[in-house]
């Protein structure tokens, strides 16, 4: 028998069936004139004229085509807001509302609204609108700024400082005007700017803006209010105030600077010492510690620690290999010494084949100037054994730092004056003579 076939027959004649078929496209129609109504009203917003070239009717047509899109608003407002009226500005305040309304959560508008508010004489609800966006993004800058300044108008001082100080630890390119502020109110009391800037980050800064401006005393005091353990915490800040100290050649406060903080204090020499005197320990090139011996070995002048000593198990070699002319020999050390003293240095120094029309020196220079202070005998041409070089000088009134390096003597007017030979030095070491102390310290002992 022949199969018989099924036919399923869909009847669309009713009108339900036919608009819930017709639904779904209908829905993402609506979805899509919605979406790019948004769009269209989001780019008009964005890219709006300035006000005086219709921009501010541009921002209108916006708002019209996005009504809840707070970007809208903003602009708007912004816009209505540069007029300078107050029918413009009470616009102004309303169109914030409305993107605070629409964005509830971000505080950059909650700012605008806090801003427009106090330029329209309600600081009540300025102070509200702007306590709220610190409370949306309390680690962010410009809330927290405007914020403590509205609180200064108030007559708030200790409260708008505590809002500027976590401003400018936010962001430490808010600390110049936070500073600034802190001087128009409190001028020159240090007491009073300390006291209103607690953040530990920004005494910090406070002291090194001291210390490029000279005033080394007033950054003492700002930092003696920096517990050490804060002052460890911030350890940018402290690499940062070390090469201020250092750039302002306040030896000795750079000193004590790192003896808080080196990780091995024992690395670091005591004033009025030379550091590794007596080469007993290894050369760093180019050690990242400012006390040290500054090296820089080249094939001109190739620089180590040979076990040929004076004395101990070390000394300083340098073999020069220099067919052209050489000023300078890159080793040198800061030494941290009293102003206005007496001083004597006393080293070693023997030679191996050295030949030269201009044999190496040891200078002596002032540590703000780099004036030459002193300089010891050359060393001597040829083959010599171990010979003793002193040299006395005085340092200058507020200076605390000395240099000590390896020069050249003059080549007279000769374009190209070669060196080549060995040279040792060893056992460098530094007395006072005469000064403001009464007692003389002779740095050798313990330095080899």
Known sequence: MPRSKSVITINFRPAATRWLLLLPALLAILCAWFAVRWYVGNVIAEYA??????????????VRWAPDDPLTHWRLASFEEKNFSAENLAVAIQEYQLAVKASPYDYRYWMELGHALEAAGDRESSEKALRRAVELAPHYSHPLWQYGNVLLREG??????????????????????????????????????????PASSVRMRLAIDLIKAGSFDQASHVLRTVN??????????????????????????ALSLLR??????????????FWN?????????????????????????????????HSGSGSLRIIFAAPNKLERVAVSQTIIV??????????????DKLVSASTPVVVITDGISNEWLASAPPAPSGNTDWQL??????????????????????????????????VWYDDFDIQRVSGPSPANRNSRAGNK
């Open 49 to 62: 004229p300035t006000p005086d070239q219709g921009g501010v009717e541009m921002a209108q047509v916006a």
């Open 156 to 197: 708030r001082i200790d409260e708008g400082f505590r809002q500027l100080s976590k401003a400018a630890d936010a962001d430490d390119s808010m600390c110049p005007p936070v500073f600034g502020l802190a001087y128009q109110l409190f001028g020159n009391d240090l007491d009073k700017i300390v006291s209103a800037l």
């Open 338 to 351: 009293e102003p206005d003293t007496q001083y004597r240095i006393q080293f070693y120094q023997r030679t």
């Open 277 to 309: 005197g007596g080469f007993e320990q290894p050369l760093v090139p180019q050690d990242p510690k400012p006390f040290h011996w500054m090296i820089n070995s080249r094939a001109q002048a190739q620089i180590g620690v040979d076990p040929h000593a």
């Open 228 to 253: 050490v353990g804060d002052r460890k915490a911030q350890a940018a800040l402290t690499d940062e105030m070390l090469k201020s100290l250092l750039e302002s050649k306040q030896y000795r406060a």
């Open 260 to 273: 808080e903080f080196d990780p091995d204090p024992s690395q670091l020499p005591n004033p009025e010492h």
């Open 389 to 422: 070089a002193t040299l006395t000088f005085k340092t200058k009134p507020k200076i605390d730092g000395i240099s000590i390096g390896i020069f050249r003597s003059g080549c007279g007017e000769q374009p190209i004056c070669p060196i080549f030979g060995t």
